[in-house]
């Protein structure tokens, strides 16, 4: 059973802000490294405790978050976007995605570090179902016919993913503690409007991740069904909505594919207004 975990940072226990803790730059950026890796092992451990016999750990971080010398030896690591970008070295012969360190897409209340792409989107919609950077990956694997099974990160997300692919086994690790409704704000301040939140101790948030990616694992062997896909049908229209950020002023753009998620998701933003 071949499973590929999509990692972020800003959806891990501990990562308390984005400029200190998920940026190179940042100066608790290595222990922001090591709060993400040690998740990514936990679910590692849990999956193949579940039955996993091959996995394929995706660094999808912007800057990076997770450091290799850390990780499991048992898994694989990508680093650096292929081209094209999507669906991130995901292709028929996986069982299943999971999810390590996500965060919830922009917009959403008690959410922390709330983004979709960068801090510059208002919204992003297939089909006029909004989604995130969970969405985006979820729609991909649909379209090769692999399931979602586990979705760890802050509890705004555990609910983003389980209205988006029921049956998904769902880990929250911390909660955003203040409202959204902040689309005329620019990039650089959204960046910084959402830095509230409790979260539950690391150590503690292995084990949970830990026994939720074994418990994902054993269904999936058992009744992979129980896995659902959004609901979706071709053709498909990205609709995308941005703020002002820097000199750029807001926008929006459209885009369509006739068939394909894949393909929608590597075409470039159209403007329209
Ligand atoms: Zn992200």
Redesign the pocket.
């Known amino acids: 059973m071949k499973i590929l975990i999509m990692t972020?940072?800003?959806?891990c226990a501990g990562i308390l802000t984005h400029d200190d803790w998920v940026r190179p730059t940042g100066r608790y950026y290595a222990q922001g490294q090591r709060l993400l890796t040690e998740e990514t092992n936990a679910a590692i451990r849990g999956l193949m405790d579940g039955g996993a016999t091959e996995i394929l750990v995706v660094d999808?971080?912007?800057a990076g978050g997770i450091d290799p010398e850390l990780l499991d030896e048992r898994a694989q690591l990508l680093r650096g976007a292929p081209s094209p970008a999507w669906p991130w070295g995901l292709d028929k012969s996986f069982h299943g995605v999971g999810f390590v360190g996500?965060?919830a897409k922009a917009g959403t209340p008690n959410s922390h570090i709330t983004?979709?792409?960068w801090f510059d989107h208002i919204d992003m919609a297939v089909n006029g179902v909004s989604i995130?950077?969970y969405g985006q990956l979820a729609l991909c694997a649909m379209e090769l016919g692999v399931p979602t099974i586990l979705a760890c990160g802050e509890e705004a997300l555990a609910r983003e993913a389980a209205a988006l692919t029921p049956g998904v086994v769902t880990v929250a690790v911390k909660r955003g503690l203040l409202p959204d409704g902040l689309d005329a704000l620019d990039a650089d301040a959204y960046r910084n409007a959402k830095l509230s939140a409790i979260h539950l101790a690391p150590t503690r948030v292995r084990r949970l991740i830990a026994e939720g990616a074994k418990t994902a694992a054993r269904r999936l062997a058992a009744d992979p069904h129980s896995f659902r896909y959004p609901q979706l049908s071709p053709p498909y229209t990205r609709a995308v909505r941005l703020r002002k950020m820097g000199d750029t002023p807001a926008y929006a753009a459209r885009d369509t594919h006739p068939d394909s998620l894949i393909a929608l998701a590597n075409m470039p933003y159209t403007r329209i207004l």
């Not at 972020?8 to 959806?11: A, L, T, V």
């Open positions: 972020d940072m800003e959806g999808g971080h912007g996500q965060h983004h979709t792409q995130g950077e």
